[in-house]
């Protein structure tokens, strides 16, 4: 599956915005689907996944009650409603598509940059102070 994220932009602090990831080929339905985001210096940081064992969704805990993922399987696009938005959310967000396990993941697998397969290209967040 080829992901396309959009949705970036320079925001104030304790304001909202919202990324998609828009999938060609495939319905989100049949992957994993997850957002990381990545500082200048910094590795690449899991913020949110679901599908990795049910209904449940992991999220990070810095963006836990802040961040929801979505997804509209007719538009073939998952969301990342982010709200709330502090300084030290400035990152590079991508999302992440990992073919459905046969078995529940645990929050370990989940938030591995290495468990999934294909990356959308990156979308710029900026939150000012």
């Known amino acids: 599956v080829q992901l396309q994220a959009s949705g970036g932009g320079l925001v104030q602090a304790g304001g909202s915005l919202s990324l998609s990831c828009a999938a060609s080929?495939?319905?989100?339905?049949?992957?994993?689907m997850g957002w990381f985001r990545q500082a200048p210096g910094k590795e690449r940081e899991f913020v949110v996944a679901?599908?990795?064992?049910?209904?449940?969704?992991y999220y990070a805990d810095s963006v836990k009650g802040r961040f929801t993922i979505s997804r509209d399987n007719a538009k073939n696009t998952v969301y990342l409603q982010m709200n709330s938005l502090k300084p030290e959310d400035t990152a590079v967000y991508y999302c992440?598509?990992?073919?459905?396990?046969?078995?529940?993941?645990?929050?370990?697998?989940?938030?591995?940059?290495?468990?999934?397969?294909?990356w959308g290209q990156g979308t710029q967040v900026t939150v000012s102070s």
């Open positions: 080929g495939r319905t989100p339905s049949m992957y994993v």
């Open positions: 679901d599908g990795w064992s049910g209904t449940i969704t």
């Open positions: 992440a598509a990992a073919p459905r396990p046969k078995y529940s993941a645990t929050y370990y697998i989940a938030s591995r940059p290495t468990s999934y397969a294909s």
